[in-house]
C-alpha cells in the first residue's frame, strides 16, 4: 500500500530533467507562418514558450500513445517519407518555418532518416528545436525506449543530416557528486572536464542553405 502511494506522489513530481526543459522552452519566442509539432500529440508545446504568433499549428504523431492533441499528420519518422507509409506528410514537405521535435529521440531506432525527414518538412533557413537524451532510466512505453546521445553525437547527427547547431542547452543532473560517486564507484573514467553532469541537450538549430 505504502509503495503504491508513493509511486503515485512520483508520477506526479516534475523531475528536473522536466524542469530543465521548461526552463529552456521559456526562454523561446516563436513568431511563424507555420509550426510543426513532431511528436507533440501527447504535449503540445504550443502554451509551453514564452510568446507564440503562429498563424498554422500542426501536430505530427505516430500514434503509438493517447493523444491529447489529435495529429493532423500521422507518420513513422524512423522511415522515408512516402505516398505509402506517410501518406498526409507528403504535400507538407518544405511547407514548415519551425520544427519542434521534444523528447521523442530516445524512441527513434533510425536518427538519420527521422533527423533528414524533420528536414524536409523545414524550408530553406527554417528553425528546429530538438532535444536529446543522455542520462536517462529506461523507460514506457516497453519496447520502445531506444538510443541516448552524447553532445558530440547529436551535433554529428545534426550536421550529416543537413542543419546548422545554432545553440546547446545543456542539462545537468541536480546532484552531480551524486552522479560522480556512481562512476567512481564502478571505476568509469570519463573526460577531466566539466561533462560528467550532462543529461540531455535541448538543441536549437537551421536548415543548412543548398
Known sequence: ?????????????????????????????????RV?????????????????HVRDYVILD???????????II???????STENS??????????????????????????VALENLNLF????????????FVYPIHDPVGYDFLRYTQEGAQKLLTETGFQV???????IHDEKLLAAAYNADRMHGREDNTAGHTGYCVTATKSKG
Open 122 to 133: 523545414l524550408r530553406e533557413g527554417g528553425r528546429l528545436y530538438i532535444t536529446f537524451p
Open 1 to 33: 500500500m505504502l509503495s503504491r502511494l508513493q509511486h503515485a506522489i512520483r508520477g506526479r513530481q516534475t523531475s528536473f530533467f522536466r524542469q530543465q526543459l521548461n526552463t529552456w522552452l521559456a526562454t523561446l519566442e516563436v513568431s511563424a507562418e
Open 36 to 52: 510543426l509539432d513532431a511528436g507533440g500529440g501527447a504535449n503540445p508545446v504550443k502554451n509551453r514558450v514564452r510568446s507564440w
Open 87 to 112: 501518406p498526409t506528410a507528403m504535400g507538407e514537405c518544405g511547407s514548415f518555418n519551425v520544427v519542434f521535435c521534444l523528447e521523442v529521440m530516445e524512441y527513434i531506432w533510425n536518427p538519420v
Open 62 to 72: 505516430n500514434c503509438l500513445e493517447n493523444q491529447r492533441t489529435e495529429p493532423r
Open 75 to 81: 507518420a513513422d519518422l524512423n522511415r522515408g517519407l
Open 166 to 172: 545554432n545553440d546547446i542547452f545543456i542539462r545537468r
